[in-house]
T-cell receptor, first 115, second 114 residues
């Protein structure tokens, strides 16, 4: 059972456009949602993360929008650049104080930004 | 920035053979993890550890053992390698700062089982 789902599987946008990557989850105890990105032949790295105390988290051109009621979130990449071409993983975990936080990863969205 | 290294970086193993993947981190992190990555499946947690000499099962532990002899080192052991264990394996360690829990990944080990 896939607890974290991502769509689309792959996405192609032109340079300068806004890319929108979607994520949904099932476990209502999840309250920490990081996005990791992975460039070809490299390891994943944390890009941006959100906790549901707010509905939006911004970091430069990257913004997470969060809808707790619908258990959905999305990553918006504005003014997309060819260097943003990577696979993006949505992940989720409960954020328990002093406890292990097991991340559940989605299958990823492969983004290609064409110049 | 966290430094996580893995060895070997790639390996070819025979079915039924024993494989040991090693991971070393230098940033004094308590938590360490082993994931496998297959096309279309993202990252799946095999084993993890939050203290030396103790390991815990993740989501897909069958066919794998883990060992954490020290805070810095975490190994993944395939006692009887099988074709289905061909994958890229990532080790990670994590550092929880405030409300953020960042996992730092090693470069990965490409394992091919023939």
């Amino acid at each position: 059972q896939q607890q974290v789902r991502q769509s689309p599987q792959s996405l192609t946008v032109w340079e300068g456009e806004t890319a929108i990557l979607n994520c949904s989850y099932e476990d209502s105890t999840f309250d920490y949602f990081p996005w990791y990105w992975q460039f070809p032949r490299e390891s994943p790295a944390l890009l941006i993360a959100i906790r549901p105390v707010s509905n939006k988290k911004e970091d430069g051109r990257f913004t997470i929008f969060f809808n707790k009621r619908e258990k959905k979130l999305s990553l918006h990449i504005t003014d997309s650049q060819p260097g943003d071409s990577a696979t993006y993983f949505c992940a989720a975990s409960p954020m328990l104080s002093g406890s292990f936080n097991k991340l559940t990863f989605g299958a990823g969205t492969r983004l290609a930004v064409c110049p | 920035e966290a430094a996580v290294t893995q060895s070997p970086r790639s390996k070819v193993a025979v079915t039924g053979g024993k494989v040991t993947l090693s991971c070393h981190q230098t940033n004094n992190h308590d938590y360490m993890y082993w994931y496998r990555q297959d096309t279309g499946h993202g990252l799946r947690l095999i084993h993890y550890s939050y203290v030396a000499d103790s390991t815990e099962k993740g989501d897909i532990p069958d066919g794998y053992k883990a060992s954490r002899p020290s805070q810095e080192n975490f190994s993944l052991i395939l006692e009887l390698a099988s074709l289905s264990q061909t994958a890229v394996y990532f080790c990670a360690s994590s550092d929880r700062t405030g409300d953020q829990d960042t996992q730092y990944f090693g470069p990965g080990t490409r394992l091919l089982v023939l």
